[in-house]
């Protein structure tokens, strides 16, 4: 069974930075293709970003490009997500995910196989 772990959330001033981490466990890292969602009191799950199994194709969405990063370390069995120039309406609960199964359509949540159960990541004005 695999076991997906997020940390890094907290709170943090508009304009500042936070990096999210998650660690799985239960079965071999390097096959998953790994996403980043997030979801807003009231909101829907949004996609935010996604790395593929080899690490070498990345994707995110319109509303986070160019302030997210999402990397992976294979060997610690992580992927990581770099969040700066932080805005209010970042606020939300962030969940990462890992696709080991079926075509990898990475902005779609039910492509997931595997959820963390989240972490709060708050940015006051």
């Known amino acids: 069974q695999v076991q997906l772990t997020e940390s890094g959330g907290g709170l943090v001033q508009a304009g500042g930075s936070l990096r999210l981490s998650c660690t799985a466990s239960g079965r071999t890292f390097a096959v998953f293709g790994m996403g980043w969602f997030r979801q807003a009191p009231g909101k829907e799950r949004e996609f935010v970003a996604a790395?593929?199994?080899?690490?070498?194709?990345?994707y995110y969405a319109d509303s986070v490009k160019g302030r997210f990063t999402i990397s992976r370390v294979d060997n610690k069995n992580t992927e990581y997500l770099q969040m700066d120039s932080l805005k209010p309406e970042d606020t939300a609960v962030y969940y990462c995910?890992?696709?080991?199964?079926?075509?990898?359509?990475?902005?779609?949540?039910?492509?997931?196989?595997?959820w963390g159960q989240g972490t709060q990541v708050t940015v006051s004005s």
């Open positions: 790395i593929s199994s080899r690490g070498d194709n990345t």
């Open positions: 995910a890992a696709i080991e199964y079926g075509p990898p359509n990475y902005d779609d949540y039910r492509a997931y196989d595997y």
